[in-house]
């Protein structure tokens, strides 16, 4: 079972910056696909960016330009820069590691840390 844990949530306000992160327990988190998803109130979660074991990434539109996802395998950590956040960005944000590995499929999340932006 691996185990993500979040940090660095918080209150900003726009145009600011914070950096998440996240911290797997175990090294199979170095060879799944990881990400970051949010979810805001009444709205359904959605996919921010996300970032393969050898570093290819993919970003929602809303994003692009803004947030950098990168990883660091031997810390099986990854991380998600967050710059000239919007009041729109207020969710909370997941960590996820999910794919198939040896006919077997993975999909954890984390407990999920608030990011709030202040107009």
């Known amino acids: 079972q691996v185990q993500l844990v979040e940090s660095g949530g918080g209150l900003v306000q726009a145009g600011g910056s914070l950096r998440l992160s996240c911290a797997a327990s175990e090294s199979i988190f170095s060879i799944l696909p990881s990400g970051w998803h949010r979810q805001a109130p009444g709205k359904p979660r959605e996919m921010v960016a996300v970032i393969t074991s050898g570093g290819s990434t993919n970003y929602a539109d809303s994003v692009k330009g803004r947030f950098t996802i990168s990883r660091d395998n031997t810390k099986n950590t990854v991380h998600l820069q967050m710059n000239s956040l919007k009041p729109e960005d207020t969710a909370v944000y997941y960590c996820?590691?999910?794919?198939?590995?040896?006919?077997?499929?993975?999909?954890?999340w984390g407990q999920g840390t608030q990011v709030t932006v202040s107009s």
């Open positions: 996820n590691v999910r794919g198939t590995l040896g006919g077997t499929y993975y999909n954890y």
